[in-house]
């Protein structure tokens, strides 16, 4: 008879390679300035594109200005990223809330990098855990251009306001030659 392990192990592997299991929501999560810095940044507020996987886990994609038209694509990056010390240096004595993710420098992401951090190339944000009806703090980290290290921007907090689930897509197709074989 087989253990009761070895069932629940070969149950979670079987999930993990069927593309039901791989596929992930799409969810938006949008959030009020709660602070004077978050409604400096943006007043009507921020929202936060992401997927959310069926086994777990989240990653954010893209933020956008609730109500305007600025957004960024972030992507998740690497303390190492932040130079010597990483975020224990970035940050000093302020704790990091959440995970490491990098703005992207494409279309608005460097307008958003300068408004989270004058005078930086670079920035990351470290976003707290989306959940829904649950405030949010996002931690933004900079660059300057010749520095060694990161350095601590700004401190952001917002309030839930609403979440969007986006619809699912279609895999992508597969297209095969028409030729035959030489």
């Not at 309030?159 to 597969?174: A, Q, T, V």
Request: some cysteine; proline content about 7%; glycine content about 12%.
């Amino acid at each position: 008879m087989p253990k009761p392990a070895g069932i629940i192990a070969a149950l979670a592997a079987a999930c993990a390679l069927s593309p039901a299991a791989a596929r992930a929501d799409t969810r938006i999560y949008s959030y009020e300035a709660g602070s004077p810095a978050a409604r400096a940044l943006a007043e009507t507020g921020l929202s936060f594109q992401f997927e959310q996987h069926v086994l777990g886990g989240t990653r954010i994609e893209r933020i956008m200005q609730t109500g305007e038209r600025g957004s960024a694509d972030v992507r998740p990056a690497s303390e190492k990223d932040l130079g010597p010390g990483g975020l224990k240096a970035a940050l000093g004595a302020e704790k990091p809330v959440g995970g490491l993710y990098r703005i992207s420098g494409e279309e608005d992401g460097q307008a958003f990098v300068n408004a989270v951090c004058p005078g930086a190339d670079k920035a990351w944000l470290v976003i707290g855990s989306l959940k829904r009806f649950t405030d949010l703090t996002v931690q933004a980290i900079g660059k300057d251009p010749g520095a060694q290290g990161a350095k601590r921007c700004v401190t952001l907090r917002f309030s839930f306001r609403s979440d969007w689930r986006l619809p699912e897509r279609d895999p992508p197709r597969i297209r095969f030659s028409t030729r035959g074989q030489p």
